[in-house]
Structures are given as structure tokens and as C-alpha cells.
């Protein structure tokens, strides 16, 4: 069974920093896909930043600059470094995982952590 389990969240004024990290728990041999989506309240699940397992990385618009995303695929983890946030940057924060293969099977289908909540204050 893979969960993928999210720290770090948390209550910063706006221009600090925070780091969140993801672990995928369970018997894998790799991931292809990690990364982080947030969701406001009342608002959609968007895209904040993922990297694929050759190293390629997607950012949002409204974070580039000062997100960064990276991976410790040995221990199957993902991180966001979040420097110079914002009132707008204030979601909950899910880590998201594409392609686990496992020792059973190699799985084609997303995975969701249960979110980390970032409020930023101005």
C-alpha cells in the first residue's frame, strides 16, 4: 500500500520561506512523476511544480522564481522550497505522485497526500 505523507506546512509572514517534504511510503522501486498541487478555498486543485524522474521540472507561473522543486529518489521524496510567499500563495498543499511501480505492478494512475496546510500572512 503507497501513501505519500506531507510536513512542513505551516503559518509564515509574507516574504518568508517555508519547505514542505513528501515521503512515498511502501515497497517502491521508483516514482515517475512527483510534485505539489494546491487548492484554496473555494477555488480548483492547480498545478504548483512537478519533476519527473529524469530531472525535467514544470512551474506554475505564479511561482516561479521562488519555488523550487527537488527529489531524493532513493528515498522516494519530494520537496518544495517555498522563498519570498505570499498572501496568495495560502492553500492547502497536496503532494502528488504519477507512475509507482511497486513490487506488484507498475501503476498508471495518480496518487494524493492528504495536504499541508500553508497560510501566509501579510
Known amino acids: 500500500q503507497v501513501q505519500l505523507v506531507e510536513s512542513g506546512g505551516g503559518l509564515v509572514q509574507a516574504g518568508g520561506s517555508l519547505r514542505l517534504s513528501c515521503a512515498a511510503t511502501?515497497?517502491?522501486?521508483?516514482?515517475?512523476?512527483m510534485g505539489w498541487f494546491r487548492q484554496a478555498p473555494g477555488k480548483q486543485r492547480d498545478l504548483v511544480a512537478t519533476?519527473?524522474?529524469?530531472?525535467?521540472?514544470n512551474y506554475a507561473d505564479s511561482v516561479k522564481g521562488r519555488f523550487t522543486i527537488s527529489r531524493d529518489n532513493a528515498k522516494n521524496t519530494v520537496y518544495l522550497q517555498m522563498n519570498n510567499l505570499q498572501p496568495e500563495d495560502t492553500a492547502v498543499y497536496y503532494c502528488?505522485?504519477?507512475?509507482?511501480?511497486?513490487?506488484?505492478?507498475?501503476?498508471?494512475?495518480?496518487?494524493w497526500g492528504k495536504g499541508t496546510l500553508v497560510t501566509v500572512s501579510s
Open positions: 502528488y505522485a504519477w507512475g509507482i511501480q511497486t513490487m506488484r505492478a507498475t501503476a498508471a494512475m495518480d496518487y
Open positions: 511502501g515497497n517502491i522501486f521508483s516514482i515517475n512523476t
Open positions: 519533476e519527473i524522474i529524469s530531472g525535467n521540472t
